[in-house]
């Protein structure tokens, strides 16, 4: 793009860890850019993003707050993404739309590790970006060795933009590698223009020769007049700054402190200079500039104020109040401005609007004038893998309904929130990222929807099996005036190999048992197996109906079927029974530097490590693979993320039951018994 020509409305995403300073640079830029008269802080809760109780209660985003400004003519949004790893779905549903990402980072060297799994999903994607080192007015490090750390870890040059200056320990200002102009901060104002101190023009000429030799990396004509000791113009250096960036080749480095609004017009100079307009980003995902009218929705609200917002990018206008994309009317168009919202009378190429009251649509939607999906357009990315899990309940009854039907809406919101009624436990399973985001979907439940869910441990499918085979008779009789109840069966009860299920055979001979008594007795004993003498479903038995008496008059179905009942439960308590406890298989994905202390995880919760394998695609992790029990990974997620500083991941399908005997056993086996008597009292 030339320096001049007029890209068309802009998007950037504000990403990065938790608590780096988003939500404050989002504030500063709609201040500094006029958007705002006043400019709120996190300490004071008054931003324009985090508006949400949710969010102000806890002092961090919780989900992303998009706010649309213009700095210099050009149009902008810029959308704020939550920092926890909890809540990282906005980020990559946001990163599907934006032309570049701001890594916010705080200026700390051991902290680098959390920003890898980000920057390798930028680089993965080729999603230009450029990394603010915030908070530099409490750096406790140089901007030189922060640097370096994040190097180590980032597979693109990163490219140091600025040199700090410092008075004392107090960074008061910066030199602008390219154009070599000195700044001075001032506090809510545009930085004063001075000369460059002497005690850095050393370290000013070193950086910026690096930064000249980093760009002649993917230039020849540069290399050559470096080599000759040239001096190229600043205008030559930008135009290849801004190549470089957008075909993802660089990543320039700036810092400032948002808090202040250090650092953030420079910042947003570079980014009005050097990022790619929407045509290059719709390319990238496979959208041809021309054609028909055409939006992808990023995000859902549903809003009490607005209903139901589709937030979503043009990739190609114009698109009218009132127009209709496919079938589907266009309920309002609105710009965004955290949760305020202004009605606009028309949207072009490049824009982030919010569509209203579009009822069927779902997030990652791509919607065209005709109605007809494009070809070839990239996949919008899927939800990601739950990691956590918790039970839920609604706290009155009679709100079950409105649950589910408020689940539903929270899932528009958030795709990484799911649920599910499980078959095998008949709960309600509320599956997410982790505490902090099943917490915050709770809380929203009740603030938004008012239905307030109590949440607990998921149970563990437990089943049980037997050990020892038995021939048992079981007869039932009854004698009540005229017509009496009269069954009689002689089963086999005994163990199969596990996986084998249920068999049920028979070998009645010479009619002992009616033929149409007997799929009766198969169903008696069905009954019996929803739960054995130890309280669990019982597996992989296989019972024979050898032989039996019948009444002409008082046999029936109903009594075979009891006799079958009374035959199983007398009879499964001799046979030995055991608990089998489901065992999943487990892969877990971290830093090789971790590898040891997963194993020590593994092993604590028992765990059987079964080998790791180097992570594909991913150079210095590892893939530990295990097999571990159901019930020792409800917070595994917890623990590997403490260990990992927040990186580690997994996930597990079940694989197999396994025997479990001893004191645990007995630990599930009288859990299960006190919740069976708090059922029936
Ligand atoms: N000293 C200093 N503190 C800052 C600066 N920017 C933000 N903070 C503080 O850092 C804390 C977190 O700021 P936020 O803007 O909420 O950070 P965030 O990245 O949006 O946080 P999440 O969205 O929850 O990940 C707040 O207490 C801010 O006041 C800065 O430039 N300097
Ligand atoms: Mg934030």
Redesign the pocket.
């Known amino acids: 793009m030339s320096r001049n020509g007029n890209p068309g409305p802009r998007c950037a995403a504000l990403v990065?860890p938790?608590?780096?300073?988003?939500?404050?640079?989002l504030e500063s830029i709609l201040s500094i850019t006029g958007a705002t008269t006043r400019k709120g802080?996190?300490?004071d809760g008054n931003t324009v993003g985090d508006a949400s109780v949710e969010s102000r209660a806890r002092?961090?985003?919780v989900e992303l707050n998009v706010g649309t400004t213009e700095y210099l003519g050009d149009k902008w949004t810029f959308i704020?993404c939550?920092?926890?790893i909890e809540l990282i779905q906005e980020t990559v549903n946001a990163l599907a739309v934006v032309d570049c990402a701001v890594v916010?980072y705080e200026p700390s060297t051991e902290r680098a590790l959390t920003l890898a799994p980000l920057l390798k999903y930028l680089d993965d994607r080729e999603i230009p970006y450029v990394l603010f080192v915030?908070?530099m007015?409490?750096a406790a490090q140089s901007v030189r060795d922060v640097l370096e750390s994040i190097q180590a870890i980032s597979s693109r040059p990163l490219v140091l933009r600025q040199v700090p200056i410092r008075d004392g320990d107090k960074l008061t200002g910066y030199v602008d590698l390219v154009s070599e102009r000195a700044y001075r901060y001032k506090q809510g104002q545009a930085s004063d223009l001075i000369s460059i101190p002497e005690s850095i023009t050393g370290e000013e000429r070193e950086a910026r020769q690096k930064l000249l030799e980093s760009l002649a990396d993917f230039d020849d004509q540069l290399l050559e007049k470096l080599l000759e000791e040239a001096v190229p113009p600043p205008a030559e250096i930008y135009e290849q700054l801004s190549k470089d960036l957008a075909q993802g080749l660089i990543i320039p480095v700036m810092f400032g402190?948002?808090?202040?609004d250090n650092g953030v017009r420079r910042l947003l100079k570079l980014l009005r200079h050097e990022v790619p307009p929407a045509s290059v980003t719709a390319e990238r995902h496979g959208i041809a500039a021309t054609g028909e009218p055409l939006v992808q929705v990023f995000k859902t609200f549903h809003a009490s104020h607005t209903g139901k917002l589709s937030v979503a990018r043009v990739w190609r206008g114009p698109i009218a109040d009132g127009a209709t994309l496919g079938d589907k009317r266009i309920g309002a168009l609105l710009s965004m401005l955290g949760g305020q919202v202004k009605k606009l009378a028309k949207t072009v190429a490049g824009d982030i609007v919010a569509l209203g009251r579009m009822d069927e649509v779902k997030t990652g939607a791509i919607l065209t004038a005709s109605g007809k999906p494009p070809a070839d357009v990239s996949s919008w990315p899927a939800p990601l893998t739950p990691v956590f899990t918790l039970a839920i309940v609604p706290e009155n009854r009679a709100d079950e309904v409105k649950l589910t039907g408020a689940l539903q809406r929270l899932g528009e919101e958030d795709p990484s929130v799911s649920y599910l009624q499980s078959a095998e436990t008949r709960e309600l399973l509320l599956r997410g990222q982790g505490e902090i985001h099943l917490q915050i979907a709770l809380d929203k439940l009740r603030n938004r929807y008012n239905v307030s869910a109590k949440a607990a441990r998921p149970s563990v499918p437990y089943k049980e099996t037997i050990r020892k085979p038995v021939s048992q008779h079981g007869r039932f009789k009854r004698q009540t005036g005229g017509h009496g109840m009269f069954g009689d069966v002689h089963i086999d009860i005994k163990p199969v190999p596990r996986g084998g299920g249920f068999q049920f055979n028979e070998k009645v001979v010479g009619g002992s048992v009616p033929r149409n008594f007997i799929p009766a007795v198969e169903a008696g004993v069905r009954e019996f197996l929803d739960a054995g003498p130890l309280g669990f479903p019982v597996v992989d038995v296989a019972v024979t109906l050898t032989d039996g008496q019948y009444h002409t008059v008082d046999s029936n179905e109903m009594s075979f079927k009891l006799a079958a009942r009374v035959a199983m439960s007398e009879g499964m308590p001799k046979c030995e029974p055991v608990l089998l406890e489901p065992i999943v298989k487990v892969e877990i994905d971290v830093p090789n530097d971790f590898t040891n202390k997963v194993h020590s995880l593994i092993s604590t919760r028992r765990g059987q490590i079964l080998g790791y394998v180097p992570r594909e695609g991913w150079s210095g992790w590892d893939t530990v693979q295990a097999h571990m029990p159901q019930s020792e990974i409800h917070d595994l997620i917890v623990e590997l993320r403490s260990l990992t500083q927040g990186v580690g991941t997994f996930h597990a399908t079940f694989d197999h039951l396994q025997e479990l005997t001893g004191r645990l056993a007995d630990q599930v086996i009288q859990s299960q018994k006190e919740k069976a008597a708090v059922a029936h009292a």
């Open positions: 990065g938790y608590l780096s300073g988003k939500t404050t640079l802080t996190m300490k002092k961090m985003s704020d939550p920092g926890s916010v915030n908070k007015d409490v402190a948002a808090e202040h």
